[in-house]
């Protein structure tokens, strides 16, 4: 479902230009536009899901799927071998500010852990 309200959903439809790196035939993922890392790329399924803690059961092979592409924006991006992180934010304490969900691949530096 396409969201004409939403930043994402506009991203998914073409009517904002991002730089994508990776598709699936239910996901894309595209560089985030204030990388954190040298790589920070942004994996979203293409309907309009809100965030992880509004997920259906029924969407459990579209968040397996989600999971894999980042996985495979990892490979292409170079991140295999140095590793990487996947965060999903999710509400106000996750820090969830575009309400479209998102996994962030981030790599190419060494992350402290935990994050603040
Ligand atoms: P959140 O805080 O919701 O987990 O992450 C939202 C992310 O979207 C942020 O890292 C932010 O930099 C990124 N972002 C916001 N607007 C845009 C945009 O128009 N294009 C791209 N590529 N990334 C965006
Ligand atoms: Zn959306």
């Given at each position: 479902?396409?969201?004409?309200?939403?930043?994402?959903?506009?991203?998914?439809?073409?009517?904002?230009?991002?730089?994508?790196?990776?598709?699936?035939?239910?996901?894309?993922?595209?560089?985030?536009?204030?990388?954190?890392?040298?790589v920070?790329v942004?994996?979203?399924?293409?309907?309009?899901?809100?965030?992880?803690?509004?997920?259906?059961?029924?969407?459990?092979?579209?968040?397996?799927?989600?999971?894999?592409?980042?996985?495979?924006v990892a490979r292409k991006t170079g991140l295999s071998d140095s590793g990487f992180r996947?965060?999903?934010?999710?509400?106000?304490?996750?820090?969830?500010?575009?309400?479209?969900?998102?996994?962030?691949v981030l790599g190419g530096?060494?992350?402290?852990?935990?994050?603040?």
């Amino acid at each position: 479902m396409h969201d004409p309200s939403c930043l994402f959903c506009r991203i998914v439809a073409g009517e904002i230009p991002a730089d994508v790196v990776h598709e699936t035939g239910r996901t894309i993922a595209f560089r985030d536009i204030a990388p954190q890392s040298p790589v920070h790329v942004l994996v979203i399924p293409r309907e309009h899901v809100v965030s992880l803690g509004a997920a259906e059961d029924d969407q459990a092979s579209l968040f397996g799927e989600l999971m894999l592409a980042a996985r495979d924006v990892a490979r292409k991006t170079g991140l295999s071998d140095s590793g990487f992180r996947t965060v999903l934010n999710s509400g106000p304490d996750g820090g969830q500010e575009v309400m479209h969900v998102h996994a962030h691949v981030l790599g190419g530096r060494s992350l402290t852990w935990p994050p603040g």
